[in-house]
Structure formats: structure tokens, C-alpha cells
């Protein structure tokens, strides 16, 4: 999804803020690198509309604090499917 990088960071803005989303979920949704989501919804968003940019950020606040319990559960799961393959 190339464009104007102003509508594209209003786009990406109201998506990660209507879905909770990640940076790299919009990434992976969008066809974007991660630098160009961030950039977008950081740098160009503040200077477009800083009251969705507002509400990005406690988006993306609230992901950076979760992320180690993210983490965690992926490892978790990884060996259980391991142990589960591992006795069939």
C-alpha cells in the first residue's frame, strides 16, 4: 500500500486504534515495513492530527507494556506443541 503518506498515516492511525493492533500487525495488514508504520503513526501523524496520534501512542504504549507477557505465552505454546508432537 504505497500513496500520499498523509492519508496513509491517518489510515494506519485509525486502524491500529479501532483493532488495539500492533505495529507489526498493521505491518503485516498493510503491506508496510514496521520503520514505515512508525514513522507514519508517530512523526507524520502528530503533524497531521495529533489527537489521533494521542490515542495511537496509548495504543502502542499499552502493546510495549504487554509485550514480554507476549512473549512468554509464544514460548509457551511453542513447547507444548513440541511435547504434544513429540508423544504421538
Keep these: 500500500m504505497k500513496g500520499i503518506p498523509e492519508e496513509r498515516a491517518i489510515m494506519l ?3 491500529i486504534v479501532d483493532h488495539e493492533a500492533t505495529v507489526r500487525q498493521a505491518a503485516k ?3 508496510l ?3 514505515t508504520i512508525h514513522k507514519d503513526v508517530s512523526f507524520r501523524l502528530l503533524q497531521i492530527n495529533p489527537n489521533l496520534q494521542a490515542q495511537v501512542q496509548k495504543v502502542l504504549d499499552k502493546n510495549k507494556q504487554e509485550r514480554h507477557i507476549r512473549g512468554g505465552m509464544a514460548t509457551k ?3 507444548t506443541q513440541l511435547r504434544t508432537q513429540a508423544k504421538k
Excluded: A, E
Design 29 to 31: 495488514v498493510f503491506h
Design 77 to 79: 505454546n511453542k513447547y
Design 33 to 35: 515495513s514496521k520503520s
Design 13 to 15: 492511525g485509525n486502524y
